[in-house]
């Protein structure tokens, strides 16, 4: 059997705090099978159980967490263990240890409240140096050793995801969605642009019945003086804003353009930030809330009484 074509198991251990549950909730999320606290001595059990049929499934990668806490828990002999295991035909067995400093360990405890899972009637500065030492010779013999002492939550994510993700060409799903205020703001938005201070096409006898797709809504909107800065601001504000929400692992970033009705303003901007994000390497999918909804001259006029250019 090929490497490429034998399963991946990754053994995740370290200190407790150290960011164990954080490490295995990021690689469920990229695709892994995860598993916290399995019996070691069952592991082997587990890689001597028949794949499923399905293809997907044997493919689909392996992590199981352990710790100090863990039943039957020998370093010596999980080593031996392992070892033993990386022989097994079909599978590729690496181990992660997660470290971190004492000092850093125990505010992490302090802040919690949570005591230490070796020092639960002792101070946790205590069961951090039995851990320690108990857990030395799997430090000294891991594959990967990440230290978390000045990582946030956030960078860990990102350090996991750098150094196990199944797609490293995977890119963030980007979604823009237009839509109006006066019908309720669309759930999960990340980013939210109000484009109400344009012209109001609404208010144009001939163009209230047409949509910000139809290319006389799209002049109309795009000659308010103050549009081709708006649209340049928000553009300078995504490219920037985009791809570090990619280098913090964020999956999915839905943007908000709102209008008053939904039908005219936000539409067209929607579709004009979907083509210039095309064209500096993006790849935006658009979605228009309302754009089938009927227009609402109760709505619009309510706006309007607001003295704001018919918004």
């Known amino acids: 059997m090929t490497e490429r074509s034998a399963k991946r198991v990754l053994l995740v251990t370290g200190l407790s705090g150290a960011g164990k549950t954080t490490a295995l909730k990021t690689m469920e999320d990229i695709g892994w099978e995860t598993v916290d606290n399995f019996p070691f001595r ?27 806490r863990t039943r039957g828990f020998e370093p ?36 919690t409240r949570r005591r230490h899972p070796l020092a639960l009637d002792r101070p946790a500065k205590d069961g951090i140096a039995h851990e320690r030492t108990l857990l030395a010779p799997f430090r000294r013999w891991a594959d990967h050793v990440i230290d978390t002492s000045d990582l946030t939550a956030n960078d860990l994510q990102r350090e996991i995801r750098e150094h196990f993700s199944l797609d490293k060409d995977a890119a963030t799903t980007i979604t823009i969605t237009s839509f109006g205020f006066s019908r309720g703001l669309p759930n999960n938005i990340d980013l939210l642009f109000d484009v109400r201070f344009l012209a109001n096409p609404f208010w144009v006898p001939e163009l209230k019945q047409k949509t910000g797709l139809d290319p006389e809504v799209a002049e109309y909107v795009s000659k308010d003086p103050a549009y081709a800065e708006a649209i340049e601001k928000i553009m300078d504000m995504l490219t920037f804003l985009l791809p570090r929400y990619q280098e913090a692992g964020k999956a999915y970033v839905n943007i908000g353009i709102g209008c008053t009705g939904g039908r005219h303003r936000s539409v067209h901007v929607a579709e004009r930030l979907s083509k210039d994000l095309r064209s500096a390497g993006f790849s935006p999918n658009v979605l228009h809330r309302n754009l089938a909804s009927p227009p609402m001259e109760a709505l619009e006029s309510m706006q309007k009484l607001n003295g704001n250019r018919g918004i």
Not at 43 to 68: C, H
Not at 77 to 83: A, E, G, Q, T
């Open 76 to 111: 010596d002999k999980l080593i031996n263990s392992i070892k033993r295991l990386q022989k097994k035909p079909g599978y590729l067995i690496s181990t992660l240890f997660l470290d971190c400093a004492g000092a850093e360990l125990e505010r992490r405890y302090a802040e």
């Open 42 to 68: 069952l592991v082997e059990s587990l890689l001597n159980t028949p794949p499923s049929s399905s293809r997907d499934d044997n493919d689909q990668p392996l992590a199981l967490g352990f710790d100090s």
